[in-house]
Structure formats: structure tokens, C-alpha cells
């Protein structure tokens, strides 16, 4: 027993305590103290009684708050939910259904690019892949006995007694390293491994590996009659990497790490075509050589039949309409239209697969309209412009925005090719005519679907909270850093921090979306109102920090991109007036003096304004003796006087002015660059015969010759 003595005014009783740890049972509090100990836990229990009346009316208002906001999004006629969204994105009445159309084509299309994929690695492609494998590699594998042909003719891993799937078949790297530098000639860009061969049924991961490989996936072996890569698993076992071969959305042949075919490593030849492929896409004096013209001309004529299609549109079969006696006749035009398939409900784990072949089929065409450049026939040229606009046109409606960019890079496409022929000087005046109309993209268009694209990931934030809430499964699968466990989104949502975390969201997109109903792209304001996003509700931790950046960035790119089709209608409205009017009304240069001319004689409404200056200026012209250049500030702001850091195409992601160079006929391919910056000029028209001539050395099986950086990367290293 003891007895807790007297203490700043307090008395105890000494109650007892456990015999065995010898800890105080209870104490019974004494003292002239007891009525205020009472006071404040009456205090206490009135402040928590508050507190919780308080959190259960802020949830209550949080709730009622976003409810409210759903109600007037939807009151707009807007979706709120993925299936709102699904509904939402249907053709409208009077439009033309032409996504079969489209869909048929894009699969003819990519089994035509099958089907030259497999003559290249066959070597039956001719000059269109010639990007062989070094005589010594090939050497090397036949004198080790590593390849060899079957009684069809067709290459094969063997041995030395003539079997496939011989064990340990070494070839040192020392052979070949020297001749064979890196793996350039596949695309990858690294140090050789050892090439050997292992049985079928051997292990990988009992496979010896050469350590000090310079490789990243650090050793390439023969398996059976793939050549694979062999890569480090996280617990340090090895495996076999995954083969990754596909087209890309950029219709380029690729081959990415992974397993390689003997045949392909015997045959193998990257693509030597410009747009798509390893070769260039710009020669001196615009005109590329005879060889590289003349396999162009082989590829698009395997696409012959898919790209009429493409050029030519949806046959009369899509316009026909029954008339009063029953019968199918072609009405008038009618604006066509796609609804791609897929379910929208769930943007989450919504597949695009149209949106690469869409890609692929603007490159095809852009290759083509390239080729009829080449040849100086316009009349082609602008057949597969008009191609090109209408895959864009056909793409800009769907509500996502990897959609949209998808379309812009379609757009980016055809202005590069436009400037190629704009350039050569190969269309007429009628031709022009409607290059100029090719070129001018409704902005009012565009904004609208800039905003569709937001209200369709707005649907996103929603169905999101949703499955936060409902789908435990899909909350455990979503991994990634700050993800927070089930346990604490129903905490959350029970306090009422999850409703208010929606309604931050959904109002921040509305940041981003108003300025687009007054036909403004300047949503930097999204910044702002990010950083007034309370951080301290989970989902806005998790959520917002990572996605509400690439928000703000890709309205600026979509701003960029609008800059560009401003400085092309310009560009194509002052080929259009050199042509029209000519040398006489000039001076002799064939361009007008300012871009108000343009207005004056009708080429133009007005004189697009800068979107990437500040103070929204007009685009900037410059004229000199041999032609103009019409630019942009650029992102850094800052006019350079139509200077780029990238020679004569400077885009958006360029540090200097965003450019278009026109010069005069006979004064020399893009002559106004080289008189304004002789300098610059030089420097890249130096890089460009080299990249021409390093093509037909690898036309030619000859050594490439280096650039000046790396000669001394070659030699630090």
C-alpha cells in the first residue's frame, strides 16, 4: 500500500495497488481542484459536440456543393460521367457515317506495310531498306559455324555439325567490335555484346553472361533462330527481353530490343526512306538523290490502291438518299463523319488502336505528297493534301486528349510538306487557290475541341472518385506512389474531404475551360487555380500534383500548334500574291512589302495575331532580295528577327523564332536564309550534304563519315 502524498494543492488517497507489478489500480482525486477538472472536461465534451455538428454541415455543404456543380454541367448539356460522355460522342444529324470506310482502309493499309516489312528482311525490297548488315558480322556467325541454310535456302542458327540449337557457338566481341561499332545499324545506339548460342532447353538464367558488356541490357544470344537480348530481372536472375516490333504511330519500322530473327539479322535493313524511315528528310537545294526518289516511288506504289482511297474519300455509295419513289440516288454533299469505337464510359481502359493507324495513314500520305514534290507535279501534290486535311478534320471531334494531339501531329504533318512545296514552287495559281484554303483551320473549330477534349477528361476525374470509392480491387491494382489505402478514401469520404476534393477538381477544370468560351488558348490561369487546390486532402496529393501540370502544358501546346497553322495560311496567302501579282507589283523581290497587303487584296482576313507574344502583336514579316520569312517570337518570347536555333524549320519546341522561309524562284532553295544569317546558314546547310552523302554511303555498303561532335566524342572516349 501507499499513499501518494499532498502536491500542488492535490490530495490522494491511497487506494490501493497491484501486488504484482505494482502498478496504482485507481486513484481517487481529492482537492480544491475537482470542480475546474470537471469544468474542463465539460468543455471538452461541448468543443467535440461542436466539432462534429461542424464536420457533419461541412459535409453536408461539400456534397451539396459538388451535387450542384454536377447539376450544372448538366443544365450546359455537358457529361458528367463516362457514360454521359458515351452518349455525348455520336454523330450528329445530317453527317455522313464514313468510320467503316476509314477503319477498311487503315487495315489494307497496315497489311501492306506487312507485307514490305517481311521483303526487307528477306532482301527482296531492293533499294527501298538497304541498310545492311556488316559484311564482318556475317563473316563471323558463317566462320563459327553460328548460321547456316536448311535445305530451303532459308537461314538458320546451327553448329558446326550442321544442327540447330548448338551450345555455346562463342564469337568474341574483340572480332567484330571494331567493324561493327555498337548497334547502330539496328537503331540502338549501344556497345556489342557476345553473340552465342544456347540449347533450347538450357535455362536462361543459368546462362553465363558477360559482365562487363556494354550493352544496357548487357549481352545479345542466339536462341534457337532468334538472335535475343538478355536482360537483368530485378532479383538479379536473367531472362530473355520481350520482342517489340511494330509499325509505330509514326508508320516507321522499329525494332526495340527483344528478339531478332536470324533472317533479319542477316538481311536486316532499317528503312532508307525519308518521313517514315532512317533517311533524310531534307537535301541540298531541296532536291534529294535519284536513288532515295526512285525507292520512294517503289514503297508508295505497294500502298497504290490504299492511298487512292484515302486521296480520293468515301465513294457516292455514302451520299446516296431514297427519293420519293424508293429509289437510292446520290443526294448532295454532306459533311462526313466518324465515331470511332470503343466504349468512352471508361476512359480508364479505353484501347484507340485508330489513333496509330491514323498516324500511320497521314505519314503514308505525307510520304507521297513528298514524292509528287520531288517530281514537281502539284496537281498530285494537292491530292494528297487534301487527304491529309481530311484525316485531321476527321480526327479533331474525338473527345480525348491523346485524340487531339494525335490530330494536331496529323496537322504538324501536312504543314511540312506544304512548306516543301511551297518552297519547290510546284503548284499554279489555281492550285493555290486552294493550298490556301487547305491551310486555314477554323479557330473557332479547333477551340471547340480543345474544350471537348477537357469536359471528356473532366468525366475522367469523376468516374476516378467513383472507382475510389467503389472499387477496392481497381484501388489496390493502381499502385504508384502516394496511392492511399482504401481505409483512408472511405475516411475521407465519410469526412466529407473527398466531396470537396471532387469539387476542387471539377472547378479547376472550369479554369481551364472558360477562357475557351471566349476563344482564348491562354489557360496558364490553370496554375493558379492548381496551387489554390488545398494539398492537404489526399486525392489532391495523389491526384492533382501529377495531372493538373499536364493540363496546364498541354494547352500551351495546342497554343503552340495554333501558331504554326497561322504562319502556313500566311506563308501560302504570300506564294499565292507572288504568283497573282508578281515581279511588277514588288520591286522585283516577288513578295509584298508587309503581310497588310495580303488584307488589302483579299488573301487574308487580317493579320493572325502572335499568340506566343505577349502583347498579341501580328506574326512578324521579314523581306530581303531573295524572299521573306514570316515567324513567330517563340516560346522564350523574344523577337530574333526571324532566327531559329534548328536551321530553316524552326517549330514550337525551338528556343528561337518559330519561321517559314519563302524565296524567290531562281534565287536558290530557301536563299533568304543564307542572306539573312550567312553564318547560321552555312553551319546547317554543311550537316545537311553530310547527312546526303552519309545516305549513299549506306546505299553503297561504304563507312559513314562523322560529324565534328562525334569525331570527339570518338576520341574522349
Known amino acids: 500500500m501507499i499513499r501518494l502524498k499532498k502536491k500542488h494543492g492535490m490530495e490522494a488517497e491511497d487506494y490501493g495497488r497491484d501486488e504484482v507489478t505494482g502498478i496504482d489500480l485507481e486513484l481517487k482525486i481529492i482537492g480544491k481542484h475537482r470542480k475546474a477538472v470537471y469544468v474542463v472536461l465539460a468543455v471538452c465534451a461541448v468543443l467535440i459536440g461542436i466539432g462534429v ?7 453536408w455543404e461539400q456534397e451539396a456543393r459538388l451535387a450542384a456543380i454536377y447539376a450544372q454541367i448538366r443544365a450546359d448539356g455537358y457529361p458528367v460521367t463516362g457514360g454521359d460522355l458515351d452518349a455525348w460522342y455520336q454523330i450528329d444529324d445530317g453527317e455522313v457515317d464514313v468510320t467503316e470506310f476509314y477503319l477498311s482502309v487503315f487495315e489494307d493499309l497496315e497489311e501492306e506495310v506487312e507485307s514490305f516489312e517481311a521483303q526487307a528482311i528477306q532482301g527482296d525490297a531492293g533499294d527501298i531498306a538497304v541498310w545492311h548488315i556488316k559484311q564482318q558480322v556475317k563473316d563471323a556467325l558463317l566462320a563459327k559455324g553460328a548460321l547456316g541454310q536448311d535445305e530451303d535456302g532459308d537461314w538458320m542458327a546451327i553448329n558446326g555439325e550442321g544442327r540447330k540449337n548448338a551450345v555455346f557457338v562463342e564469337i568474341e566481341r574483340t572480332e567484330i567490335e571494331d567493324e561493327f561499332s555498337g548497334l547502330d545499324m539496328m537503331g540502338m545506339g549501344m556497345g556489342i555484346g557476345t553473340f552465342r548460342m544456347i540449347d533450347e532447353g538450357e535455362e536462361i538464367e543459368e546462362a553465363e553472361v558477360d559482365e562487363e558488356s556494354t550493352t544496357s541490357m548487357e549481352e545479345w544470344v542466339l536462341v534457337d533462330d532468334e538472335v535475343s537480348l538478355v536482360e537483368r530481372k530485378s532479383d538479379g536472375q536473367w531472362q530473355v527481353a520481350g520482342m517489340y516490333e511494330s509499325m509505330g504511330m509514326g508508320g516507321g519500322l522499329s525494332h526495340n530490343y527483344g528478339a531478332w530473327m536470324v533472317s533479319e539479322l542477316f538481311y536486316g535493313k532499317p528503312v532508307e526512306l525519308p518521313v517514315i524511315g532512317m533517311g533524310p528528310d531534307l537535301w541540298v537545294e531541296g532536291r534529294a538523290a ?11 506504289g505497294l500502298m497504290e490502291d490504299e492511298l487512292e482511297r484515302l486521296m480520293d474519300g468515301p465513294g457516292d455509295e455514302y451520299f446516296r438518299v431514297m427519293n420519293e419513289e424508293g429509289e437510292l440516288v446520290k443526294g448532295e454533299d454532306a459533311e462526313i463523319a466518324v465515331r470511332w469505337p470503343g466504349d468512352y464510359s471508361n476512359l480508364w481502359e479505353l484501347l484507340m488502336p485508330q489513333l496509330g493507324a491514323q498516324r500511320r495513314a497521314a505519314r503514308t500520305l505525307q510520304m507521297y505528297v513528298w514524292l509528287k514534290t520531288q517530281e514537281g507535279d502539284g496537281g498530285e501534290a494537292l491530292r494528297g493534301l487534301r487527304g491529309i486535311r481530311r484525316l485531321y478534320d476527321l480526327g479533331i471531334d474525338e473527345p480525348t486528349i491523346i485524340a487531339q494531339l494525335v490530330a494536331v501531329s496529323i496537322r504538324a504533318l501536312m504543314m511540312g510538306v506544304v512548306d516543301d512545296c511551297l518552297s519547290m514552287h510546284v503548284f499554279s495559281e489555281e492550285q493555290l487557290v486552294e493550298v490556301a484554303k487547305l491551310c486555314r483551320f477554323s479557330e473557332e473549330r479547333g477551340i471547340q475541341s480543345f474544350k471537348n477534349s477537357l469536359i471528356a477528361e473532366r468525366t475522367q476525374l469523376v468516374e476516378m472518385g467513383d472507382r475510389l470509392l467503389n472499387d477496392y480491387e481497381w484501388v489496390a491494382q493502381a499502385g504508384g506512389n502516394g496511392v492511399p489505402s482504401y481505409g483512408a478514401i472511405w475516411s475521407m469520404d465519410k469526412l466529407g474531404v473527398m466531396s470537396a476534393d471532387m469539387a476542387w477538381g471539377v472547378e479547376t477544370y472550369e479554369q481551364a475551360i472558360q477562357p475557351l468560351d471566349v476563344g482564348e488558348y491562354d489557360i496558364e490561369n490553370l496554375d493558379d487555380a492548381y496551387e489554390r487546390i488545398p494539398m492537404g486532402y489526399l486525392v489532391s496529393g495523389m491526384f492533382w ?44 523581290n516577288g513578295y509584298p512589302e508587309d503581310l497588310n497587303v495580303l488584307v488589302e487584296t483579299g488573301l487574308l482576313e487580317d493579320v493572325p495575331r502572335d499568340l506566343m507574344d505577349e502583347a498579341k502583336e501580328g506574326l512578324r514579316y521579314r523581306r530581303g532580295e531573295t524572299g521573306c520569312v514570316v515567324y513567330s517570337v517563340g516560346k522564350n518570347g523574344v523577337d530574333d528577327g526571324g532566327k531559329n536555333s534548328q536551321g530553316i524549320s524552326g517549330w514550337h519546341n525551338d528556343g528561337g523564332d518559330v519561321t517559314v522561309y519563302l524565296s524567290v524562284p531562281g534565287k536558290g532553295y530557301k536563299a533568304i536564309y543564307a542572306e539573312l544569317f550567312p553564318e547560321t546558314a552555312k553551319a546547317f546547310w554543311d550537316e545537311v550534304a553530310r547527312d546526303g552523302r552519309n545516305y549513299l554511303h549506306r546505299m553503297n555498303g561504304e563507312e559513314e563519315e562523322l560529324s565534328k561532335n562525334e569525331r570527339n566524342w570518338r576520341r574522349i572516349r
Request: hydrophobic share 40%; proline share 2%; no cysteine.
Open 53 to 59: 455538428v461542424w464536420q457533419v454541415n461541412w459535409k
Open 290 to 300: 535519284d536513288v532515295m526518289v526512285d525507292g520512294v516511288r517503289r514503297y508508295v
Open 545 to 588: 500534383r501529377e495531372f493538373m501540370p499536364g493540363l496546364s502544358t498541354y494547352g500551351r501546346t495546342m497554343k503552340q500548334s495554333r501558331v504554326m497553322v497561322d504562319l502556313y495560311e500566311v506563308a501560302a496567302a504570300l506564294e499565292l500574291w507572288r504568283v497573282r501579282y508578281g515581279e511588277e507589283a514588288s520591286g522585283g
